[in-house]
């Protein structure tokens, strides 16, 4: 494993030993705590559009399951390696440990660049990744879902490869499903949904008004473009924006409607948006605004930005957007950081929703999904603050601390210390 300080799962380790230090956990606790319990390799052949097989290198981590299946999505991305999908799938276990889900946490991806694909690619990618893993996915052993550059129609070609090759209905097997085939109401938006009852939460505690606050949000997919919206109908001036081709700011706030539908229609691009003034990634995580929202990738925050940082809050709605350097300088500067595990939490409780409505076989309205999902997820949020406020820790420490305590109780009444 290479020894940068940007090895995500480096980083994730280094986490949950601060939080095992603070638990006075034993070493044999720390050593099942800080590493997947089962991992998963696979090449997949696939054969492409012009007749040629392609090889992808794909992976599955089961990180651990003393709470229940694992759980966590599907990354395609040409930069996904064995220990980006083992980081995710570390931060998977404490988020739903945090949100109290009676599930462990998993990941998995596939090294590739989706963007070069067409729609028949796209699906025997989707039907390959199923027939290699199908042995070690279960609704009762581990239930992928959507993540980055995955969708709800890759859920579904996954679903039919996996239902086809076992020969019976098991909804359940995957989530973030389209409405059709057993998906939940709620669920396209559930992650940018929670995150904004954080927002509203923190912004109340430290004294923002929500309407007037002034916000940046780095990626403009199906999390950043999420929340930029519901931003936008709740009043709030949504400042900055931005995707992989960089991004534009504008003082009097984005038209957040037309951005979204200029980015849909060309090709999850920004560039030429006439809404305001063209603006790069990094300019977008320095700018002067109230609350910084990262919803891109990992390792965005550095030691060497977090310096020029300039707003109060910062809201991880992706996963590890913040190395542990940053996070250092951050809470220094006194930069409130509300951490990636309970921040974008909203994802995986409504995809703990749809496999409860698909064993029930029986579906929910989306206020009940809503209401739902902000019970919860405010309910975690006020664990944290206040755990945070007793001892004196970070946001981040009070979650993982929280959060490695449940499962380290799980393994420990199973016995396995
Ligand atoms: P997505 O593929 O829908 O969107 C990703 C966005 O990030 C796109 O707008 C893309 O242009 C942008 N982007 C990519 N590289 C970038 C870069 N270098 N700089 C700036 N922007 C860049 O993915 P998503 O589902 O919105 O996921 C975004 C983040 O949220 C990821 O960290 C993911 O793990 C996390 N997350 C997603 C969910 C979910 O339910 N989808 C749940 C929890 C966490």
Redesign the pocket.
Known sequence: MPKSSHNPFRNAQAHVDRACATLNLSDSARQLLRWPMREYRALLPVRMDDGRTRVFSAYRVQYNHARGPTKG?L?WHPNETMDTVRA?ACWMTWKTAIADLPLGGGKGGITCNPKEFSVDERERVSRAYVRAFAEVLAVDRDVPA????TTPQIMAWMLDEYETVTGRHHPGMITGKPLQVGGSQGRHD??SYGGMCIIREIDSLLGLDLAGARYAV???????GGIARLLHEHGGRVIAI???DGGICNERGVDIPAALEFYTRNG?RLGGFPGGEPFS?EDLLTCECDVLIP????H?LTRQNAERVRARVVVE???GPTTPGADHVLQHRGVTVVPDILA?SG?VTVSYFEQVQNTYNYYWSLPDVHAQLDTRITHAFHSMWNLAQERGLSLRDAAYVLAVQRVAEACRARGWF
């Open positions: 999505g990354r995710l959507p993540d980055v550059n559930a992650t780095q990626g403009f997919g199906n999390v950043g931005s995707a992989e999850h990634n919803a891109a990738l990992e965005v709605l992706a996963n974008n994802g």
